[in-house]
């Protein structure tokens, strides 16, 4: 769909845009996951809401860059075209909106849900603290080195 608006020159509304903007965040790496069985069985909020934040945060991360480079628009310029507001208005709007997110996730941890589901939503409600990670001093993926620093350091180099 992205595609499709990028061609076209399309720039959606904020709804349109967060409506798939989960699953462009790279969910569909978690192909080992059974992901049917979570669309199938109303639990699509378990994978919705921490790829959003990761989309979400993406987005503030990389919008600048992405806008000189041409790309498909960002939930900053989705927001900022709908409501008519500045790029500085439209990153406090998407920076609340990870914030409400989060508080979603914070919730399906603490939800009553089978326990054959558990320990997915355990790794699924990591994502959100990863992509801080990543994106916290600009686009960690993009901009690998800062990234491989905080990993080698966290990780690797003695204390």
């Known amino acids: 769909?992205?595609?499709?608006?990028?061609?076209?020159?399309?720039?959606?509304?904020?709804?349109?845009?967060?409506?798939?903007?989960w699953m462009t965040s790279g969910c569909?790496?978690?192909?080992?996951?059974?992901?049917e069985h979570f669309?199938?069985?109303n639990h699509k909020q378990i994978l919705h809401v921490p790829f959003l934040i990761l989309r979400l945060l993406n987005d503030l991360s990389t919008h600048?860059?992405?806008?000189?480079?041409?790309?498909?628009?960002?939930?900053?310029?989705?927001?900022?075209?709908e409501a008519n507001v500045s790029e500085e208005i439209a990153r406090n709007h998407i920076t609340d909106l990870i914030s409400k997110t989060l508080t979603?996730?914070?919730?399906?941890?603490?939800?009553?849900?089978?326990?054959?589901?558990?320990p997915f939503v355990n790794v699924l409600a990591n994502y959100p603290r990863v992509?801080?990670?990543f994106y916290q001093d600009g686009d960690g993926y993009g901009v690998q080195e800062d990234l491989?620093?905080?990993?080698l350091s966290a990780l690797i180099e003695p204390m």
């Not at 608006?5 to 399309?10: A, M, P």
């Not at 491989?148 to 990993?151: A, P, Q, Y």
Request: include cysteine.
């Open 39 to 41: 669309l199938e069985n």
């Open 64 to 81: 600048k860059a992405e806008c000189e480079r041409g790309d498909a628009p960002s939930a900053i310029q989705c927001y900022m075209r």
């Open 131 to 133: 992509s801080y990670c």
């Open 28 to 35: 569909l790496v978690l192909g080992v996951l059974s992901l």
């Open 104 to 118: 979603k996730v914070n919730g399906l941890i603490v939800s009553p849900i089978s326990a054959s589901l558990k």
């Open 1 to 21: 769909m992205e595609a499709k608006w990028y061609n076209e020159g399309y720039i959606p509304s904020l709804e349109e845009y967060l409506s798939i903007a």
């Open 148 to 151: 491989k620093s905080k990993i």
